[in-house]
């Protein structure tokens, strides 16, 4: 069986036995297309097919296009990786630790050791988290009504740190506040500034945080498991409009524009005759940022929106200025030196500079991490590596 073959009866076997609603996967190398195939519905209560050109909420893949976009201004001098971000966004100042809650619940805070910088935020050292994957701060939005970062509430950023910047890992909204760097660095707003200086340049034309008519017609339903077996669609929010483009996870896209993304990279920070990243931010988008702290792996705060997550048990993980890295081998998968990461939707893009490969699977469904769905993704890469 050939590469296409193995790849299609992957995406259709998962598709037609039900174990995700529907999904969109391709690959490139230096010379062109691998593969690229769709199988499934992307709308399980209209019977709407899977298609390549299926728009998808693409969640935490957003956070690459963020940190891309810091970088490039980190390149023209208007951000530096480790200047006191305060300096540029006043309100950083009055970020506080979360040290705990007294006895009647009042949360324990405290000055941070040290300001946060660029380079905390974009490798998620500065001490934040995510509501999804902490219970402190589910508790203390209860406690406080502090919005969580969803809702596209500005004051959702000034949520409290738990730990002081630069002393280990831990994934969070760290990127939102890169995104706002970006705005006030460059006068821009997010959107405006990834269309101008990534998306465009990359031809990526059905990517961005603003959803026009066209591209809706396209969107995949939003989908969620039933613990009984089965699917619902998820109702579009009706929250008010958002007050800031969150960079850490509110872009759509399609798997051929994040593939052309992705193949920037590959090519070492240009594509189509456009440069979008030197190659010394290019080292800095690969390769390991955190020194010997470890990737460590997220426990579920909240179940019916995400799993735990540990996509690759057993293998030592480090994280870039905009990846996840990992430093061994994923026996039959990708090899080590692979940088790559996900979004909340079942989204999985990575880039294998050994085997000189880029690849994006997509899907649309809660809860992330979903056994199933890192099913698919490991017998998607199994099929892209077979004989390499």
Not at 339 to 347: H, I, M, P, V
Request: proline residues 9%; neutral net charge.
């Amino acid at each position: 069986m050939n590469l296409v073959a193995r790849c299609d009866a992957v995406l259709r076997d998962a598709a037609a036995q039900g174990r995700v609603p529907g999904v969109v996967a391709m690959a490139a190398g230096p010379e062109g297309m691998l593969y690229q195939g769709a199988a499934g519905l992307r709308d399980t209560v209209a019977a709407l097919p899977m298609q390549p050109d299926t728009v998808f909420r693409i969640a935490s893949l957003t956070k690459a296009v963020t940190s891309v976009a810091a970088l490039q201004l980190v390149e023209r001098g208007a951000l530096s990786l480790d200047a006191p971000l305060a300096g540029l966004l006043p309100e950083m100042a009055d970020l506080q630790v979360l040290e705990g809650f007294g006895a009647d619940g009042t949360p324990r805070l405290r000055p941070p050791a040290r300001p946060v910088t660029l380079r905390h935020l974009l490798t998620h050292t500065a001490g934040f988290g995510y509501d999804m994957w902490n219970p402190e701060i589910l508790r203390y939005q209860e406690v406080t009504d502090h919005p969580s970062t969803r809702t596209a509430r500005r004051a959702a950023l000034l949520a409290p740190l738990l730990f002081d910047p630069g002393e280990r890992w831990n994934y969070s909204i760290a990127t939102d506040w890169a995104g706002v760097a970006v705005e006030a660095a460059s006068g821009l707003g997010l959107e405006d500034y990834v269309q101008r200086h990534i998306l465009g340049p990359l031809g990526m034309r059905d990517s961005g945080f603003l959803l026009p008519p066209e591209r809706q017609a396209r969107l995949a339903a939003l989908h969620r498991r039933h613990e009984a077996g089965g699917w619902s669609i998820q109702p579009p929010p009706t929250s008010p409009p958002p007050e800031f483009h969150r960079g850490g996870g509110a872009m759509y896209a399609t798997a051929p524009d994040y593939l052309a993304f992705l193949r920037m990279l590959l090519a070492g920070g240009e594509w189509g005759g456009a440069r979008i990243l030197s190659p010394t931010s290019m080292a800095l988008v690969s390769h390991n940022q955190i020194g010997d702290r470890p990737v460590t792996p997220m426990r579920s705060a909240m179940p019916a929106l995400t799993c735990d997550v540990d996509l690759f048990p057993g293998t030592p993980l480090r994280w870039s200025l905009a990846f996840l890295v990992n430093e061994a081998d994923v026996p039959g998968r990708r090899r080590a030196g692979s940088f790559g990461w996900a979004g909340l939707t079942n989204c999985y893009g990575w880039v294998d500079p050994s085997r000189q490969l880029a690849a994006i699977l997509m899907m649309q469904f809660h809860p992330f991490a979903d056994p199933a769905a890192l099913a698919v993704l490991e017998g998607f890469e199994r099929a892209l590596y077979a004989g390499a």
